[in-house]
Structures are given as structure tokens and as C-alpha cells.
């Protein structure tokens, strides 16, 4: 019996790998070799960094597809296949806008570098370095070098979460794509692309559609994936916005590997 689905994706943070980053890598790499026996293809989908997601998987990057920074960037043994940037007027103006008028100080995701407040808190920061691998740090947003960004991201203050994201929003419009993605952080993005588009151009390129993916996430960011996909796994640690988007629910949390069972589920059943 044949797998019901050719193609895999999952999100990373709070889906793939447990809260402190690790998985379970023997494992992951047996069952990425049945899939590929299986001709299966299998895919990175998250919003962070191409760099720090090649991170996870030093001996298997070449083997897997990346869809980065929420479909923004999308990559293949080293390959750009996509880069979509935000338009470089909109970005300049969200980024004085969130300094000056929210007073954040946001991480960008440029095409060069990812560039990061040099004066974070030391804990935020080095947490913002493990996102960024390859970053260079800010001292003022307005001598920022000369880049395109895929995407901006901020955390916000957790007493004026909605105040925020509504100025935000009453100020850009459709101009942008605002998208909560776990953790309080918030991804602004360049408006109709997400996971869901990056992974329906790549499925078209195989002669494949939603019909044979099957796709895991936690968040909002994973929402249009979750829909896309047949086989629409929300995580049991998920948010509400996932799980009304997928229509599965794994048995086991990120730091129980639900992702990696629910696949050798299908390999052992139906491979």
C-alpha cells in the first residue's frame, strides 16, 4: 500500500523541533530515507531564517526543500528558486513606525543579513542571534545598511498586544501582512505570500497540488498551510488558529516528537 500524500512540510518552532531546539535526528533521518524511497518530498516551512534553519540539519539540508521566512525565500541545496521582498518605501516607513511611534525595536530579515538591535536585554538578544545566524548588529535604525527585507519581526509588549497590533494595522493597510506567530512575536510581511503560496509553487513545479501534502504546525503562520494540505496535522500544543485551520490533531506535542510519530504511523500502516 502507497502513502496517501508525496509531499511533506512542517514548521519548525513548537512543531518540529522541543522547546529547547532539539530532535530526535536517528530517527528523523530513517524515516526521511523511507519517504524518499517512497519518492516523497519533504519540506522545511517556517518564518525564520534560511541560515538558521540549515542549522537544524547539518547533515541533511541537501536532501530537503526550505520554504523560509514564511514563504518569502525559498531554497534548494543552495539555490534561491523565490526571494519576494517587501517594497523598500513600505519597509522604511514601518520600520520609523515601529520605533518612533510603537518605540520596538524590530528584527530584519534582509537579503544580505538579518539585522538586529545591539542594545537588546542580553537574554533577547542572544536569543535573537540564534534566529539570526548570519545578522549584523544595529546601533539606529536609521543608518540601516542598504538591503531588501523579506520580512520584520518584533515581540510585543505583552500589556499592549492589541493596542499595537491595531495601530499597526490602522496605519498599513493591506500596504503590508501582519501575522502573530507565536510567543507574542509578530511577523510583517510582504501581503499575499505565505507558506501556503511558496508550497503550492513548489508542488505545481512537481505536478503535485494540496491534494498530496500532508502539512504540521502550531501557529497563525501555519494557518494557510494547514488548509492547503489534505492531511492538515494541527500540533496538540497548538494555538486556536491552527487547529480550526487543520482538520487532524497529532497525539503527541512538539516535545514528544508528534510530527516524527505521526509519520512513521503512515510509513509502518501504509508505506
Not at 538591535?117 to 542580553?122: E, F, I, N, S, V
Not at 544595529?138 to 499595537?164: G, H, I, T
Not at 496605519?171 to 509578530?186: A, D, E, K, L
Request: aromatic share 10%; proline share 4%; hydrophobic share 40%.
Amino acid at each position: 500500500m502507497s502513502l496517501p500524500f508525496q509531499a511533506v512540510t512542517f514548521d519548525m518552532d513548537a512543531t518540529f523541533v522541543h522547546d529547547d531546539k532539539s530532535y530526535d535526528h536517528a530517527r528523523f533521518e530513517r524515516i526521511l530515507s523511507q519517504l524518499e524511497d517512497q519518492g516523497v518530498k519533504v519540506i522545511v516551512s517556517s518564518g525564520n531564517q534560511y541560515e538558521c534553519l540549515t542549522n537544524y540539519f547539518p547533515d541533511t539540508k541537501e536532501r530537503l526543500y526550505f520554504v523560509s521566512e514564511n514563504g518569502a525565500h525559498v531554497v534548494y541545496q543552495g539555490q534561491d528558486l523565490v526571494q519576494t521582498t517587501v517594497e523598500q518605501a513600505v519597509a522604511d516607513e514601518v520600520i520609523r513606525f515601529l520605533c518612533n511611534d510603537l518605540k520596538l525595536t524590530p528584527s530584519l530579515s534582509g537579503v544580505k543579513h538579518g539585522y538586529v538591535y545591539a542594545k537588546l536585554p542580553a537574554a533577547t538578544l542572544k536569543r535573537q542571534q540564534f534566529y539570526f545566524p548570519n545578522h549584523v548588529l544595529v546601533d539606529d535604525y536609521k543608518d540601516l545598511p542598504a538591503d531588501r527585507y523579506y520580512q520584520l519581526s518584533f515581540l510585543l509588549d505583552p500589556a499592549k498586544v492589541d493596542e499595537q497590533l491595531a495601530a499597526l494595522q490602522d496605519r498599513f493597510g493591506n500596504q503590508v501582512r501582519i501575522t502573530p506567530s507565536g510567543n507574542g512575536s509578530v511577523d510583517v510581511t510582504v501581503p499575499g505570500i505565505n507558506k501556503a503560496t511558496a508550497l503550492n509553487d513548489l508542488l505545481s513545479s512537481w505536478g503535485l497540488s494540496g491534494a498530496d501534502l500532508i502539512a504540521f504546525g502550531d501557529g497563525g503562520n501555519d494557518a494557510e498551510m494547514l488548509k492547503l494540505a489534505k492531511f492538515g496535522y494541527a500540533m496538540k500544543n497548538a494555538g486556536p488558529v491552527a487547529i480550526a485551520a487543520a482538520n487532524h490533531l497529532t497525539a503527541l506535542d512538539n516535545n514528544h516528537d508528534g510530527v516524527l510519530a505521526v509519520l512513521e504511523d503512515y510509513l509502518t500502516n501504509q508505506g
